[in-house]
């Protein structure tokens, strides 16, 4: 078992910037692929970015690519997403999830997930 928990949302302005960070317990880190996904308040959870087990390769969704950088650190199992150039379109609770060592960007390929954490982007 694998527990996730997530850290570093809050309320920022346009423009403004946000670090994300997931802390997994449990197992190590360095064997999962591991992703970080939304939900808006009526809409499905999407994905946002993920990063394959090994750290060499990372997807970005088109809605943020080029202004959020996924991260992950084995050594200190966790995994980072720095988030810039923040619009009010990226007003969601931010998830942290974790599968096999296979990278995918569907949810629901995940088998675990963390609480979540609020990101709140005014205009």
């Known amino acids: 078992q694998v527990q996730l928990v997530e850290s570093g949302g809050g309320l920022v302005q346009a423009g403004g910037s946000l670090r994300l960070s997931c802390a997994a317990s449990?197992?190590?880190?360095?064997?999962?692929?591991m992703g970080w996904f939304r939900q808006a308040p009526g809409k499905e959870r999407e994905f946002v970015a993920v990063?394959?087990?090994?750290?060499?390769?990372?997807l970005y969704a088109d809605s943020v690519k080029g202004r959020f950088i996924i991260s992950r650190d084995n050594a200190k199992n966790t995994v980072d997403l720095q988030m810039n150039s923040l619009t009010p379109e990226d007003t969601a609770i931010y998830y942290c999830a974790a599968r096999g060592l296979v990278l995918t960007t569907n949810p629901q390929e995940y088998n675990y997930w963390g609480q979540g954490t609020q990101v709140t982007v005014s205009s």
């Open positions: 449990g197992r190590a880190l360095s064997r999962y692929t």
């Open positions: 990063v394959h087990w090994s750290g060499s390769r990372t």
